[in-house]
C-alpha cells in the first residue's frame, strides 16, 4: 500500500554583491555582503523532479546580482536593498520558479551574518495548505481505489 509521503528539499544559495542603505537621506558607505538564501520545498511522492534542476534555476536567478551593487538594479534603485526588503522581493519570483519545476515553497530564511534570518513562510498561507490538500485527497483516493482493487482481486 502507498504511503502519503511528500519529499522536502531544503537548498542554500549564496548572493555575493555590494549594496548601501540611505538613512535620513543620507547615503551609506558600499560595503560587500555574503547573503544567504535557504529555501524549503516540498513535493509529494508522485512528482519527481531531480533536485539539481530546482539549484540551477534558482543560481540562474541570483546571477544577475552577484558581484553587483544591488541599488544598481532594479527595483532596489528605488527600494533601499535590506535584507528584508530583498527578501520580500525575491521571495515572489523564487516561490514562481519552484512552482514552475512542480514543487512548493514552503519558507525561504535569508540572513547577512550566521546569528540573524529573516524568515518568510508560506505554511500558514491558504493557497499552500490548499495545494497541500488537493494532493493529499488526491494520494488518499490513490490508496483506496488500490485497497479496493486488492479486496475485488480476493
Known sequence: MDSILYREYKFKFYLNANHFIIINGKEG???PHTWEFM???KMDNEQFVQFDA???ALDKYFDKYQN?????IEPFDHIIPTLENMSDYF???VRRIIRELGGELVRM???ETPTRSYVISFEKD?????NVRRNSGKKIESVIDS???RVMEE
Request: hydrophobic share 35%; aromatic share 8%; no cysteine.
Open 68 to 72: 553587483r551593487v544591488i541599488n544598481d
Open 126 to 130: 491558504e493557497e499552500f495548505l490548499s
Open 54 to 56: 530546482f539549484e540551477k
Open 109 to 111: 530564511e535569508s540572513s
Open 147 to 149: 485497497v479496493l482493487d
Open 29 to 31: 558607505q558600499r560595503h
Open 39 to 41: 529555501v524549503e520545498i
Open 91 to 93: 521571495i515572489h519570483d
